[in-house]
């Protein structure tokens, strides 16, 4: 079984401020890595995702993650952030070693970017 | 852009009625879930359907609940007696590959409150 655990339930920031959202997962078996938004009133859309190779993951509008097996993070960052970056962001993991279909997923956290 | 869609976006019903929520994923996509997320909670798996059976389902996903693809195109939950715990945003969600590789189309939720 996996479990996912975002830190942070609500990040406010600044227009142009960088920004980090943690995420720490616990699994016995290895892992993929996702990261999905959620605007107002949409539906999630996939941020990025980390299957295997480079542990820095880049993804849609300038959001990059890095993966950290020793320390079981995939946390997410972006060097200067917009105001249309408001919305949830939720990390998730699914199964490696099976074909399974299940996403497991964090809390989420509110990332508020204000001017 | 293709996109998932689910009507309704709000239903209100009273505890022990049945309950349909409709979705119509992308075309070409090949698996299908839904997914809930009580408020305040974490989104959570309840079933995934591929090759027109389920392929996995979550401890949630009871006697009470069952899913189906009619003709094709619509795919649908039933809760067959709705109690107050069930009041939730429900996702549908489709993909062209299994989740776990994959990246996952989401719908803009279907809310249920139970009353």
């Known amino acids: 079984a996996q479990s996912v655990t975002q830190l942070d339930s609500q990040v406010p920031v600044f227009e142009e401020a960088p920004v980090e959202l943690r995420c720490n997962y616990s699994s016995s078996v290895s892992v993929y890595l996702f990261w999905y938004v959620q605007y107002p009133n949409q539906g999630l859309q996939l941020l990025l995702k980390y299957l295997s190779g480079s542990t820095l993951v880049k993804g849609i509008n300038g959001f990059e993650a890095e993966f950290n097996k020793s320390q079981t993070s995939f946390h997410l960052r972006k060097p200067s952030v917009h105001i249309s970056d408001t919305a949830e962001y939720f990390c998730?993991?699914?199964?490696?070693?099976?074909?399974?279909?299940?996403?497991?997923f964090g809390e989420g956290t509110q990332l508020t970017v204000n001017p | 852009e293709p996109e998932v869609t689910q009507t309704p976006s709000h239903q209100v019903t009273q505890m022990g009625q049945e309950v349909i929520l409709r979705c119509v994923p992308i075309?070409?996509?090949?698996?299908f879930y839904w997914y809930r997320q009580i408020l305040g909670q974490k989104v959570e798996f309840l079933v995934s359907?591929?090759?027109?059976?389920?392929?996995?389902k979550s401890e949630i996903f009871d006697d009470q609940f069952s899913v189906e693809r009619p003709d094709g195109s619509n795919f649908t939950l039933k809760i067959r007696s709705t109690k107050l715990e069930d009041s939730a945003m429900y996702f549908c969600?489709?993909?062209?590959?299994?989740?776990?590789?994959?990246?996952?189309?989401f719908g803009e939720g279907s809310r249920l409150t139970v009353l």
């Open positions: 075309s070409n996509h090949l698996y």
């Open positions: 998730a993991v699914s199964d490696r070693q099976t074909s399974g279909s299940r996403l497991t």
């Open positions: 359907f591929y090759n027109n059976e389920i392929s996995e």
């Open positions: 969600a489709s993909s062209l590959l299994a989740a776990n590789t994959g990246e996952l189309f």
